[in-house]
């Protein structure tokens, strides 16, 4: 997998990054799923320098993230002044979609533990919803493309 490397200066501050995502196929251990015999997963690392020019320390942050498959995910980012910042992610892909994310964070040892949740909501017919939910009846209705060249009934002009 590539390595990805960014850099971001602007009047207040600058920063570096450096992350990679690599993607791996894990087989499914719930002999219950039988709609697949392997997971697609991804996981992901980054690292980030930041400065900002008014200050005389730099920044330091590494996070990693991991998508053990389509609906559940884990991302921990770790600071360099000791504050660590944990994430659970639950995905529903089914409509209505629905993304949850619970936080769980402190600003440093010795900090008060900060609790959050975040719920997206997606409402509305997936643009993939035609191609799945296609029925026999539609097909059949479709009309045929001509697919082969015919000869014309009239052919006086020769």
């Known amino acids: 997998p ?4 960014s850099m971001l200066k602007t009047p207040t501050r600058s920063s570096m990054n450096l992350s990679q995502v ?7 251990v719930n002999v219950l799923e039988v709609r697949c015999p392997k997971i697609r997963n991804s996981f992901a690392w980054a690292v980030q320098m930041e400065k900002q020019h008014d200050q ?3 920044q330091f942050m590494a996070g990693l993230a991991w998508q053990m498959n389509r609906g559940i995910g884990i991302k921990v980012v770790a600071k360099n002044n000791g504050g660590v910042t944990a994430a659970l992610l639950l995905k529903r892909w089914k409509q209505p979609r629905v993304l949850c994310s619970l936080l769980a964070g402190t600003s440093g040892p010795g900090k008060d533990i900060q609790l959050g949740i975040s719920l997206e909501l997606e409402t509305g017919p997936s643009p993939l919803q035609d191609f799945y939910n296609d029925t026999e009846e539609r097909r059949v209705d479709d009309e045929v493309p001509v697919t082969k060249a015919t000869i014309p009934d009239n052919i006086s002009g020769i």
């Open 56 to 58: 005389e320390h730099a």
């Open 2 to 5: 590539p390595l990805i490397v």
């Open 22 to 28: 690599a993607t791996f196929d894990r087989l499914v």
